[in-house]
T-cell receptor, first 111, second 112 residues
Framework: EAGVTQSPTHLIKTRGQQATLRCSPI?????VYWYQQALGLGLQFLLW???????NRGNFPPRFSGRQFPNYSSELNVNALELEDSALYLC??????????FGPGTRLLVL | SQQGEEDPQALSIQEGENATMNCSYK?????LQWYRQNSGRGLVHLIL?????REKHSGRLRVTLDTSKKSSSLLITASRAADTASYFC????????????FGTGTRLKVLA
């Protein structure tokens, strides 16, 4: 069974640009979560999608947005990038026993 | 702010010793989960304990949950160098939102 995949693995942008990160959940999982992990810190909840709808979002500004497609893959968009957006962005899908399965992450560097 | 707080923040032990990490949380939960993260990569699920359970085992892992104290502990017995990683607890509140709240993590280093 293929795990959660994320692309790209690394992304370098400059301040003010936009970044798009992608995630494909495990087959059969309809829920996708996005987290931000700044260097050396814990995970901060960003967004939760289920069945194509945004179900909840964390304490992040509106320039962090996303969507979930009919095949349950998801996209995270970060507009007007700031230096402090540099972090590891993790995507996870959830099974029906409430366990999350994480992808390897996208490391975003904003210069 | 994060609901879960792990203690200690960092732990260094010798191979073969036991490692204990603690997690405290603030609100009522449906379940609590422990995850491992190697070198800034994706997290791996270790074990889930529900609010009506007090103890659970999985291989060398033992998790306890005390809902009255809003705390949990993860014990890794007979540690190995490969156990070197960061360990996070995650809680699922009873609010029904399926919003996972991760703690700040414990960095475990097992010395060979």
């Amino acid at each position: 069974e293929a795990g959660v995949t994320q692309s790209p693995t690394h992304l370098i942008k400059t301040r003010g640009q936009q970044a798009t990160l992608r995630c494909s959940p495990i087959s059969g999982h309809t829920s996708v979560y996005w987290y931000q992990q700044a260097l050396g810190l814990g995970l901060q909840f960003l967004l939760w999608y289920d069945e194509g709808e945004e179900r909840n979002r964390g304490n992040f500004p509106p320039r962090f947005s996303g969507r979930q497609f009919p095949n349950y893959s998801s996209e995270l968009n970060v507009n007007a990038l700031e230096l402090e957006d540099s972090a590891l962005y993790l995507c996870a899908s959830r099974d029906d026993r409430e366990t999350q399965y994480f992808g390897p992450g996208t490391r975003l560097l904003v210069l | 702010s994060q609901q879960g707080e792990e203690d200690p923040q960092a732990l260094s032990i010798q191979e073969g010793e036991n490692a204990t990490m603690n997690c405290s949380y603030k609100t009522s939960i449906n379940n609590l989960q422990w995850y491992r993260q190697n070198s800034g990569r994706g997290l791996v699920h270790l074990i889930l304990i529900r609010s009506n359970e007090r103890e659970k085992h999985s291989g060398r892992l033992r998790v306890t949950l005390d809902t009255s104290k809003k705390s949990s502990s993860l014990l890794i017995t007979a540690s190995r160098a490969a156990d070197t990683a960061s360990y996070f607890c995650a809680t699922v509140p009873t609010s029904g939102t399926y919003k996972y709240i991760f703690g700040t993590g414990t960095r475990l280093k097992v010395l060979a």
